[in-house]
């Protein structure tokens, strides 16, 4: 009897050197803060001979959730093209979810075609603006055409937290920050807290990059 029988030591290394190797192609990338210029631009549609998605689409899955974001857009890691990612699982549920059932989905070149619906509001958080939240009021449904990773195309009707996270991301492709949409009396409150992240003056479990800051 030669050949089959595998060793439990020999099947432990070897289970060992593959998730080396897994970890060696799955990257966390550093997050880019308040004051990065990337955050302020209108992002770039992408083509599907894009380089590497499928390793720029993991690496952002994991940098999400190492951040425990609910949705992360591509601007925020430093690429100024129309990418973002959202698992709405991840929203505490707070809410009754009616009709938003949750999901986890990639959308490339996003279009927003409406948004409608009673004005909505709910607190907002981001992962480039460390430690502050804020009420935010948007149109409650939104109706959203976009790619997915295999460059399909959908168009979808979608509410409540799910809306509200795609609406979030969606603001990241144009270069708009929820911090902008809130209220004139919560923005003064915010101000200082805003100029410290800038200056890079924010500790966070997660890796971020500032814009000049050594
Ligand atoms: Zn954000």
């Not at 890691?77 to 990418?83: A, T």
Request: hydrophobic share 40%; with cysteine.
């Amino acid at each position: 009897m030669v050949g089959l029988f595998v060793p439990n030591e020999f099947a432990t290394n070897f289970k060992l050197l593959c998730s080396c190797t897994f970890s060696k192609i799955t990257m966390l990338l550093p997050i880019f803060a308040l004051g990065q210029p990337v955050l302020k631009k209108v992002a770039a549609p992408i083509t599907p001979d894009y380089p590497e998605l499928a390793t720029l689409l993991t690496n952002m899955w994991e940098t999400m959730y190492h951040a425990d974001g609910v949705g992360l857009a591509a601007p925020q890691i430093g690429l100024s093209i129309r990418i973002f990612l959202a698992d709405t699982e991840q929203v505490e549920r707070k809410m009754v979810r009616e009709h938003d059932e949750p999901f986890k989905r990639v959308f490339i070149n996003a279009q927003m075609l409406d948004e409608n619906g009673d004005p909505f509001t709910y607190e907002e958080g981001c992962l480039s603006i460390p430690d502050i939240r804020g009420d935010v009021e948007r149109p409650s449904t939104i109706r959203v055409r976009w790619q997915d990773e295999n460059f399909e195309t959908h168009e979808e009707t979608f509410a409540g937290i799910n809306a509200r996270v795609i609406q979030h991301e969606y603001d990241h492709l144009e270069g708009v920050l929820f911090t902008e949409r809130l209220k004139p009396l919560k923005k003064r409150l915010v101000q200082r807290k805003l100029e410290a992240i800038k200056a890079g003056k924010v500790a966070t479990e997660y890796k971020m990059k500032f814009y000049n800051v050594r």
